[in-house]
């Protein structure tokens, strides 16, 4: 496989639910994103990993929990989240030099689609 | 505050141009991006402009003024394919993206 490649695409869940989302890429980079896209607003960076060390959180709350093994892959675990929470959750990788974010192309994910009823 | 501001949707004819605007209000400025995203794909980088002017890239261009904060991302020759939501992005001088709720461009045949 080639890209950045997300599962799974669609998770539907209930509040007390424990799942996790998963992302890999296989494009030898060394920054991963999380995302959350909703419905015309605009993208809301949630976490930054570079050279597997998280960098940014963006006040995201704690029903919401990443984790960087390697390089290559991303998780996003979940526990007790809300209804407001539904959206598509987006990974992204790029190729960075360390010291910021710089001016660097992000390769996304086709995301997964997440609905907590 | 920041912010980028661009056109919800937008409807165009199979074969015309179309432009999609954004502007964006930043702390600082060190280019803009566009992406494009097809329903249910992932966006995809399109262009990148840091520098004023015009930069074309086969059917699509893109267009910067930073004296504006104004850029457009130009599609000539317009095919069904290209129905997708459209993502400007900014980044400010701490190299963060700030992003724009995307415009919508529907094509009609």
């Known amino acids: 496989e080639t890209g950045v490649t997300q599962t799974p695409r669609h998770l539907v869940m209930g509040m007390t639910n424990k799942k996790s989302l998963k992302c890999e890429q296989h494009?030898?980079?060394?920054?991963m994103y999380w995302y959350k896209q909703s419905a015309k607003k605009p993208l809301e960076l949630m976490f930054v990993?570079?050279?597997?060390?998280?960098?940014e959180n963006n006040s995201v709350p704690s029903r919401f929990s990443p984790e960087c093994p390697n390089s290559s892959h991303l998780f996003l675990h979940l526990h007790t989240l809300q209804p407001e929470d539904s959206a598509l959750y987006l990974c992204a990788s790029s190729q960075t030099d360390g010291s910021s974010s710089g001016a660097n192309v992000l390769t996304f994910g086709a995301g997964s689609r997440l609905t907590v009823l | 505050g920041q912010n980028i501001d661009q056109p919800t949707e937008m409807t165009a004819t199979e074969g015309a141009i179309v432009q999609i605007n954004c502007t964006y209000q930043?702390?600082?400025?060190?280019?803009l991006f566009w992406y494009q995203q097809h329903a249910g794909e992932a966006p995809t980088f399109l262009s990148y402009n840091v520098l004023d002017g015009l930069e074309e890239k086969g059917r699509f261009s893109s267009f910067l003024s930073r004296s504006k904060g104004y850029s457009y991302l130009l599609l000539k020759e317009l095919q069904m394919k290209d129905s997708a939501s459209y993502l400007c992005a900014a980044l400010d001088s701490n190299y963060q993206l700030i992003w724009g709720a995307g415009t919508k461009l529907i094509i009609k045949p």
């Open positions: 990993y570079n050279f597997k060390e998280q960098t």
């Open positions: 930043t702390s600082g400025f060190n280019g």
């Open positions: 494009l030898g980079h060394n920054a």
